[in-house]
């Protein structure tokens, strides 16, 4: 303000000023000034320091800082700020007031910050923030706030009005938001954990839940050490009830693995046990009965066994029976001979007759020779055998049986049930057409296969039922379940489909059981569907509305000054409306589809006969440019296609198809008149090119010699002949930008080698420093430039500590505690003297270095010194 006045208030002419120069004004004579005219007025520092202190008034030392110049400003700053902070530290339980002047008069940001972080109230930072008069002390304001609510007051207060401020209120706020951002991505994929689990456990098993189970397992596993401040302690219980349902399915799985294993086990004992029996059976004409009683016994204990924990499937069990009550008819008989028959006559048909009421053979098998003379005596006659036909030919039966067979065989194989079954009852159709002989010698092969397509059965049966106990067990888990209707539905018909898959059972409980859980789970459906009805019902009216509207804009239309853009919008937006009227009942969406389309023809009707007009203007201007074109002017041929091109935009609307394929042909006639034009550029770039590649050697040459000589002469010749080389702008540029790269190159070479000099002379003024050199042992010429220009000043004798302190003070290093009062009175003395009396940092520096070669200093101070001074260099 004193310099504005002093500039632009009382206009004195050179006699008055060389006059009030000479002799003081009557009023300064007086010696009346008051305090502060003292303190402004003042040369020597010390004085003012001393007035400064006897001021108490706040006004009074504002009014110092507000008029003063910048010494007297930074000194009042000092003491003032000496005071609030008596030894140096923020005074505590201080008044926001308090801590808000601090904040003011502190050159320090970090202390600023500090002070104002100390004012408890963030509402309180925020209006200092807002409307303090000192700039810094608003940004440290600024800097303290953490409430996103605060901050954007701020912000919105400082838009336009204080950058900085604005800056650093935008700047926190984009971290908040990141932070919350980042915390709600967390939030995010915590609920997605948690909904995915609660869903796997809400549906049970399904072909994906290991998968499912397994990415959710892994994804907890890499957020939970970032869940720190959230709630997540059901989601490892979730997850663990997840895994249990899983274990259980495994269990139930392994379980039904070992029963399988243990049925077929069970299965082939009996089976061997079967065909055991058959082989004695074969061989009865050998049969002994002692051997055979006691085989006999063996196979029904094997036989047991083998149905103890499993029984065996039906058909299974009756050939078993069969072939156990012919051995034992067969050994009964035996034995009944061996003691009574065999050694009495039989001569008679009544003896022999009543002999054989105790002789049970199987009527199947073979008798032997004693039993057929028993017989034969007993006047019975043998059973009628088939008669084959003589010369018959069974070759395509046979042939037909083997294919069978081996379909059979196949379709066993594959686990084709019904197949299998079909294809029994034809081979047993065709067996009938073959001869006994013939017929016998495949029964074995079939009985095999019918054997196996039994097992089929049975394992099937025995497979499919645990099946549909899950099955049940899943449709009543359904029942009551919170899933939306429609996924509900689809969930019930995948496992209604996947129940007819399992083929037909025999067992009704079953079915009935499943059957009621369909009904009950579906419940919410019957009213989902219902309801689904009535907004179908709904999406009707809507169309029918939209129609309605449609007939009724097309019959108050006036077409004669119609928006066509409009029109057509809005035939596109009524199909969109249209569209999004769905789903209907087939029959109203037939209906209303007919109605909708007839009501959009009779619009587009008029549409079309302005399309149809805009059509022929722009033919017309496709004939217009294709006459262009075939001039001999291709510049006045290009000025024309430009214009119609202009022309082209202002016709109005067009069908998209016709448009582009006359748009096709517009193009098709502008490029060949761009193509003649293009021509002659590509002739001229060609010129150009030539003389840039020449320019480009020649450049290049005078770059090498250059970079060769470590000089910069050889580029002045080169940049003489670019400035009137006739190239283009961007390529003359180029070049001179390389010029100007090896300039720069060549003066950093030379700059490095003056700052490794330099810095080797640093080098060794420390070493000389770390002797304890005296001034006179060092040569001034081999000393730093700024150090030489202060080497040779009058040193009065100076204190090694305080010169150590001031060279801490410069680098802005600590000091050792027991020396923090000197240093603050040496920091006060430098504000008050005007911080180092008009003299840059480097000057200080060599000036302290050079009061330190004149100064006795012990080794320990030397040291301390020079680690200060490293700091700075």
């Given amino acids: 303000m004193n310099f504005l006045k002093k500039l632009f208030g009382n206009k004195q002419t050179p006699a008055t000023t060389a006059k009030a120069s000479e002799k003081p004004t009557a009023k300064a004579s007086q010696g009346n000034k008051g305090p502060l005219d003292r303190i402004l007025n003042e040369a020597s520092a010390d004085t003012r320091a001393s007035l400064i202190r006897e001021i108490s008034d706040d006004a009074q030392l504002e009014q110092l800082i507000r008029d003063g110049n910048a010494q007297l400003r930074d000194q009042v700053r000092a003491l003032w700020l000496e005071r609030l902070m008596a030894g140096g530290a923020l005074p505590a339980n201080a008044a926001d007031d308090v801590l808000i002047r601090i904040a003011s008069l502190a050159t320090d940001s970090s202390l600023s910050e500090q ?29 303290t706030l953490s409430s996103a609510a605060l901050l954007q007051e701020v912000l919105d207060h400082a838009q336009g009005s204080d950058k900085a401020v604005y800056r650093i209120c935008k700047n926190l706020l984009a971290d908040l938001r990141a932070e919350e951002e980042a915390r709600q991505a967390i939030r995010d994929r915590i609920e997605y954990i948690r909904t995915q689990a609660k869903q796997l456990i809400r549906l049970g098993m399904s072909p994906d839940f290991v998968g499912r189970l397994q990415v959710l397992e892994q994804r907890w596993d890499e957020l939970k ?29 392994a379980a039904e693995a070992a029963l399988a294993a243990a049925l077929e086990a069970a299965g082939s004992a009996q089976k061997r046990v079967i065909g055991r029996l058959e082989d ?177 059965r049975d394992w099937q049966g025995f497979a499919v039922a645990p099946k549909k106990d899950a099955l049940c067990e899943q449709m009543e888990a359904l029942v009551g379940a919170e899933i939306a209707p429609d996924v509900l539905a689809d969930r019930i018909k995948a496992l209604q489909d996947e129940w007819k898959t399992l083929g037909h ?38 169309r029918e509305a939209l129609i309605a509207e449609l007939t009724r804009y097309e019959a108050e239309m006036n077409w004669e000054s119609a928006d066509w853009k409009a029109v057509q919008n809005t035939l596109n937006a009524a199909r969109d409306a249209f569209r999004t009227y769905s789903p209907v009942d087939r029959g109203a969406h037939q209906k209303t589809q007919a109605a909708f389309k007839e009501a959009c023809d009779r619009i587009y009707a008029h549409l079309k006969a302005e399309y149809d007009r805009n059509l022929d203007a722009k033919k017309a201007i496709v004939e217009a440019a294709e006459k262009a074109a075939a001039g001999d002017d291709a510049n006045e041929a290009a000025d024309t296609v430009k214009k119609l091109q202009q022309e082209w935009k202002t016709i109005g609307v067009t069908p998209r198809g016709p448009d582009q394929r006359l748009w096709q042909q517009l193009r098709k006639a502008a490029d060949g008149i761009f193509a003649r034009l293009n021509e002659a550029r590509d002739a001229r770039k060609a010129e150009l090119n030539a003389s840039v590649s020449e320019a480009e050697t020649q450049v290049t040459q005078a770059c090498d010699e250059a970079l060769a000589a470590g000089n910069a002469s050889a580029l002045n010749a080169a940049r003489d002949l670019l400035r009137d080389a006739d190239l283009p702008k961007s390529a003359q540029q180029r070049l001179l930008k390389a010029i100007s790269d090896v300039e720069k190159q060549l003066n950093a070479k030379a700059n490095a080698e003056a700052e490794a000099a330099a810095k080797a002379r640093w080098t ?56 923090q009062t000197r240093r603050m009175e040496l920091q006060v003395q430098r504000l008050a003297q005007g911080l180092g009396k008009g003299l840059s940092k480097d000057d200080e520096v060599a000036s ?26």
Avoid at 115 to 138: D, F, Q
Wanted: glycine share 4%; aromatic share 4%; proline share 3%.
């Fill in 848 to 873: 302290l270095i050079s009061q330190l070669f004149h100064t006795e200093a012990t080794d320990s101070q030397r040291e301390r010194f020079i680690k200060a001074l490293e700091t700075t260099v």
């Fill in 280 to 456: 004695l059976i074969a061989d009865a004409l050998n049969a002994d009965a002692q051997g055979w009683q006691e085989a006999l016994l063996s196979e029904e204990q094997a036989w047991a066994d083998a149905t103890r924990e499993h029984s065996a499937p039906a058909p299974q069990q009756k050939r078993y029976d069969i072939l156990v009550q012919n051995v034992t008819d067969i050994v009964t008989s035996l034995r009944y001979w061996a003691e009574t028959g065999a050694d009495s006559e039989f001569n008679s048909p009544e003896a022999a007759s009543a002999c054989l009421q105790h002789i049970h053979w199987p009527a199947d098998i073979q008798a032997p020779d004693w039993l057929m003379a028993l017989r034969k005596t007993a006047g019975q006659k043998p059973a009628p055998e088939k008669i084959a036909v003589k010369n018959s030919d069974d070759s395509a039966a046979r042939e037909k049986i083997a294919a069978l067979m081996a379909a059979m065989d196949s379709s066993l194989s594959d686990g084709q049930e019904k197949e299998a079954a079909k294809q029994l009852r034809d081979i047993q159709k065709l067996l009938d057409t073959l001869s006994p002989g013939r017929a016998r010698d495949l029964q074995a092969a079939v009985r095999l296969l019918s054997n196996r397509l039994y097992e089929l």
């Fill in 505 to 542: 059972s025999n067992d009704r409980e079953q079915w009935d059981r499943f059957r009621e859980a369909a009904d009950k789970a579906f419940e919410p459906c019957k009213v989902w569907f219902a309801e689904q009805a009535e907004i179908r019902a709904g999406l009707v009216k809507q």
């Fill in 764 to 819: 060794d003024l420390i070493a000389a420093l770390r002797q304890g050199k005296a001034a006179a042992e060092v040569n001034a010429s081999e000393l730093p430039a700024n150090v030489a220009v202060r080497w040779n000043e009058e040193h009065a004798g100076a204190d090694a500590t305080e010169l150590c302190i001031a060279m801490e003070i410069l680098a802005g290093v600590d000091t050792p505690d027991a020396e």
């Fill in 225 to 253: 050490d970032q869940t720190a401040d959230e709630d997540t302690s059901d989601i490892p219980a979730l997850l663990a009830d997840a895994g249990a349902i899983l274990e259980a399915q495994r269990q139930q799985e």
């Fill in 115 to 143: 002070a104002l972080a100390a004012i408890k109230s963030e509402e309180s930072r925020a209006e200092i923030a807002r409307s303090n008069g000192v700039a810094r002390v608003r940004q440290a304001a600024a800097a």
